[in-house]
Nanobody, 127 residues
Framework: QVQLVESGGGLVQAGGSLRLSCAAS????????MGWFRQAPGKEREFVAA????????YYADSVKGRFTISRDNAKNTMYLQMNKMKPDDTAVYYC????????????????????WGQGTQVTVSS
């Protein structure tokens, strides 16, 4: 059973930085796509970034491109989201997610396309 546990959320001022972690267990992740999503109050859960565990290729939402960096540490089975130049609009609960992939050319951007989820971590950016 795959388990994902996020950590690293908190309160940060606009323009500041924060790094989220997602510790993964219970699977062989070389065939997985890992993603970060976020959900602000009253809004739908939205895609932030994704990474192929094997190879490390990445994909970002336009809203975070150039500010956020997704990465993974194979030895620690941990995924990260480095968030820089943060804005109040980045305030949300951030979730990590995972799914098995069969294609190296497809990116999955919808929450319904992921099978495993963490519990979420709150990120608040003050203005």
């Amino acid at each position: 059973q795959v388990q994902l546990v996020e950590s690293g959320g908190g309160l940060v001022q606009a323009g500041g930085s924060l790094r989220l972690s997602c510790a993964a267990s219970g699977g062989t992740f070389s065939s997985y796509l890992m993603g970060w999503f976020r959900q602000a109050p009253g809004k739908e859960r939205e895609f932030v970034a994704a990474i192929r565990w094997s190879g490390g290729s990445t994909y970002y939402a336009d809203s975070v491109k150039g500010r956020f960096t997704i990465s993974r540490d194979n030895a620690k089975n941990t995924m990260y989201l480095q968030m820089n130049k943060m804005k109040p609009d980045d305030t949300a609960v951030y979730y990590c997610a995972a799914r098995i992939i069969f294609s190296t050319s497809t990116w999955y951007l919808a929450p319904s396309q992921y099978n495993y989820w963490g519990q979420g971590t709150q990120v608040t950016v003050s203005s």
